[in-house]
């Protein structure tokens, strides 16, 4: 029996890994917006183009590298060199991540100040830096991933992600209640981060 086609297996496994993704995340919105208000929302909105700009300087670019090079790598069944592949593109990735974490951690304040022109942003700021180097080492993997023609291991972490992210701050939202404490948006964003951890773990 003919073997089906890898990058059709592919596309079906992530199409249907980001939809319900989406759907997680749609619902996990309204909890939010709800919870938080219109107010804590757009604190919370605020540290997404930090996020994305040290997703962008660290491993966007790394990544895509990983699976090109992995890829060309493969087809000759040079298994050894996919993986020295992997493994410098991981440290250079690692040493910039570390490096773009603490910068942001340690200059939140400023950051907050006179970029984002919103002071209360500084403490996410410092709680999302935590989160960086664990994306690092998932999307390198998940690149090494890509470059094999697996797309499972990628779709699960990208699962794991979202379900530990949303279920984190259910549970967070649910302790505080009992307790008679007043959630903060900042839960959200430890939500983020112990949802990058999720990730992590999966993939390595």
């Known amino acids: 029996m003919k073997p089906k086609n890898p990058l059709i297996t592919g596309t079906i496994i992530l199409t249907l890994t980001g939809l319900v993704s989406r759907l997680i995340g749609f619902f996990y919105r ?3 917006s709800n919870v938080f208000g219109a107010e804590g929302m ?8 930090v996020l994305a700009l040290s997703f962008a300087l660290t491993v966007s ?12 790598e493969t087809s000759t069944k040079d298994y050894h060199t996919s993986f020295r592949t992997l493994l410098i593109g991981f440290t250079l990735a690692m040493a910039l991540s570390v490096l773009c974490a603490f910068s942001i951690y340690l200059f939140s304040e400023q950051i907050a100040e006179v970029f984002l022109l919103e002071k209360r942003t500084a403490p996410l700021l410092r709680i999302i ?31 794991a992600e979202q379900i530990c992210r949303v279920g984190s701050v259910y549970l967070i939202y649910f302790f505080c209640s ?3 404490m007043q959630p903060t948006i900042s839960f959200a964003v430890v939500g983020l981060v112990i949802g990058e951890s999720a990730s992590m773990i999966v993939s390595l």
């Open 30 to 32: 309204i909890f939010l």
């Open 42 to 49: 757009g604190i919370y909105q605020l540290i997404a183009p």
């Open 61 to 72: 670019g790394i990544q895509t590298a990983i699976s090109k090079y992995v890829a060309s």
């Open 129 to 159: 830096a935590l989160s960086i180097p664990m994306a690092t080492v998932h999307s390198c993997i998940n690149g090494y991933f890509y470059g094999i023609r697996q797309t499972a291991i990628p779709a699960i972490s990208q699962l």
């Open 178 to 180: 009992r307790q008679g």
